[in-house]
C-alpha cells in the first residue's frame, strides 16, 4: 500500500487544519490525501480516521454524506491518508457551510431541509463525531436534488468505554447529544445579519 513516493506540491494544496493539511491526490483528481503536518498528541487525527473508519466499513454503512476511506500512502510531507475529494460538477472542492455562510452565498433556509436530512443519517448509522461544526461539513449545491452535506472531517469516538458503539440506544443518543450541541453552534446563521 505504501509503494511509490507522491510529491505534493503547493498547487495541489486544498486546505489546511490545525493538525492536518489536505491535498488532492496528485494522479487521481477524485481522491484528497490528509496529511499530518503538527502532531498535537501522541495518536494523529490521521491513525484516529482510520481506526474508526474501519469500524463504519465493517458496519458496512451507508455512504451517502461521507467520504470513502481509501487507505494509506507514502508522500514526500509524510505518510497520508487517502479519500474520495468531494466536489461539484465542475472538478471544484466543495466549501465548507462556513464558509458559504459567512459570504452568504447561502443562507441557513437554503440548507435546512439538507440539514435534517444529514442528521437523520448520523441518527441511524449511529456515526460519531468528535467535532461536529460547520467548517467540518462541505456542501454541494449543485446537485439537482437539492442540497447535500457531507461530512469531510470531525468524525470519531473519544468515549473511553465505548458502550455507545455497543448499545443502539445509547448511540443513537449520544449522536442526538452531539447533533443539539451542533444547532446550538448553527444559531447564529439562523438570524438574519443586523445592518451595517
Known amino acids: 500500500m505504501l509503494h511509490d513516493l507522491l510529491d505534493l506540491d ?15 491526490h496528485p494522479n487521481d483528481d477524485g481522491l484528497c490525501i490528509k496529511v499530518t503536518h503538527r502532531n498535537k498528541s501522541r495518536r494523529s487525527q490521521n491513525a484516529r480516521d482510520h481506526a474508526y ?8 454503512i451507508a455512504w451517502t454524506y461521507l467520504p470513502r476511506m481509501h487507505g494509506w500512502v507514502m ?6 491518508l ?11 472542492p466543495l466549501d465548507t457551510l462556513k464558509h458559504l ?20 443519517y ?8 468528535s467535532d461536529l461544526r460547520d467548517s467540518n461539513i462541505a456542501c454541494d449545491m449543485t446537485r439537482v436534488d437539492g442540497p447535500r452535506l457531507y461530512l469531510i472531517d470531525g468524525l470519531g469516538d473519544h468515549d473511553f468505554i465505548k458502550l455507545a458503539a455497543i448499545v443502539p440506544m445509547l448511540g443513537r443518543s449520544k449522536v442526538e447529544r452531539q447533533w443539539a450541541h451542533f444547532m446550538r453552534r448553527m444559531a447564529k446563521w439562523r438570524e438574519p445579519a443586523v445592518g451595517n
Open 10 to 24: 503547493d498547487s495541489l494544496l486544498i486546505g489546511q487544519g490545525s493538525e492536518r493539511a489536505c491535498f488532492r
Open 53 to 60: 473508519y474501519r469500524k463504519l466499513e465493517k458496519r458496512d
Open 75 to 80: 508522500t514526500d510531507r509524510g505518510e497520508g
Open 82 to 92: 487517502v479519500f474520495d475529494l468531494m466536489q461539484d460538477r465542475d472538478g471544484k
Open 101 to 120: 455562510l459567512a459570504r452568504r452565498e447561502i443562507h441557513y433556509a437554503d440548507i435546512a431541509p439538507a440539514l435534517e436530512r444529514f442528521h437523520h
Open 122 to 129: 448520523l441518527l441511524d448509522n449511529r456515526i460519531f463525531t
